[in-house]
């Protein structure tokens, strides 16, 4: 809604029109005439008006005709008509009011009469349409932080404000952008016109209205990019480079996370769409200050669940390899012989032991066997697949779990790992360090094996025989 009450006046009368309009506006209201009843409805929709001053005698249509379809189409028929005519007050004043008007003046009226009328019906009018204007913003208000507080990650969270702030205005672009003030770039976290787009880079001397809501910490509306002096520097840019900008209005609405990041709400229009005003302004205002408590929320939850995440990392971590430790080894254990006992899958076991270890710390160091005990650790887990699992036993063993894994395919990852490390060099720079492992392996289902004990145990077993028969080698 203007601030100014709008007026539209539909009479055939140019001469009355003209005159009607310079009463009304220099009494500070804004008018706007159709000269015919062909487009009256097209017109009342196309803007919000308080008010109609309508002539019952229209060229090509009856004014009661145009009347009755006013009060019959659900997108204008709250704006107040005020019927104008040279008709018998009398028959005019019966079938105008029983259409649907809300007062009649006959013609030729007397100036003070028609600006007492028209100031009472706007007042009514006026409040009417903010009452309903106001219940709608309230009913989308509400429907937007239901679907806002529902989302626990801030990235739906930014998609669901450009789309719904971007429907509930009728605009087609609507952006989430996140910088700091002085800072020549910005980052789009979520666009309406395009969903799909996550952290675009944009060079804000491109969008001053964007740059200047960062800097004050102000909103920031542009009623008309092509007039407005907050462009004046970017038009000569694209006069220059040729560029032709869509953008007819825009609203930049700055806002502070609880973290200090800021980000601007950024609305556009293009001249198909209505421009953009205070209401908007308001609307839109309303929706960033919820959502942000809203983002602050999911933001302290996301951290707590990364925090919880990262001390279960740490918890179930060996320092030095990066594998599971022997305590994660032995939950993810016991959760692998269940899956594999319920659905009847097939279960291997790998363990890992390097040969001669000691020798190597006696030759080398403790901080060179810590070296190859890191680097067979990063072995085991870049030949892994997503599902096993890589743990360090103890000392200088590891073991492997290879879900639905019979013992074939277990050989063929104990080769595997077995040439890999033989052909690797240890050492650093000028002093290599050889290494071989060898390998026991264990199965389930397997008469010998009834829970997880079992199987490290028959693996371990396994291995003993590997290191009888000379080491480098895998043993079942």
Known sequence: MSVSPKILVADDDQALTRTLSWILKENGYEVATVSSGEHLLERLAQDQY??????????GAD?????????????????????????PP????????????????????????????????LRVGRELNQARAEARTRTEMVDILQEVTASLKPEEIYAILVRRVARGLKISKCSLVFSTPGEEEATVVASYENPMLRDLQIDLKRYPEIRRALDTRQTVLITDV???????????????????VPTKSAIAIPFV????RAGVFFLRTTAEDTPLN???????????????QALDKAYDLESAVIGREQMKALAETDPLTETFNRRALAEKLVQEMERADRYETQLACLMVDVDNFKHINDAHGHLAGDGVLRALGAILRREQRTVDIVARYGG????????ETAASGARIFAERIIKKVASTDFGEAGRSI?????????????PRVEDGESLLKLADQNLYKAKLDGRNRYRD
């Open 50 to 59: 308080d008010l109609l001053l309508l002539d019952i005698m229209m060229p």
């Open 396 to 403: 200088e063993e590891f073991v492997v779990l290879l879900p």
């Open 226 to 244: 092509a007039t407005d002096p907050l462009y004046a520097e970017a038009r000569d840019e694209w006069e220059q480079e040729g560029w032709t």
């Open 278 to 292: 205070q209401s908007d302004v308001a609307f839109a205002e309303q929706v960033i200050r919820a959502a942000a």
């Open 434 to 446: 050889n290494v071989t492992i060898s390998v026991g392996i264990s199965c389930f289902p397997d």
């Open 90 to 121: 009398e028959e005019a004043t019966v079938r105008a009011l029983g259409l649907g008007a809300a007062d009649f003046i006959s013609k030729p009226f007397r100036v003070r009469e028609l600006l007492a009328r028209v100031k009472a019906h």
């Open 63 to 87: 004014g009661l005709q145009l009347l009755e379809r006013v009060k019959t189409d659900p997108l204008v028929r709250d704006v107040p008509v005020l019927m104008i005519s040279s008709m």
């Open 257 to 260: 996370m609880r973290d200090q």
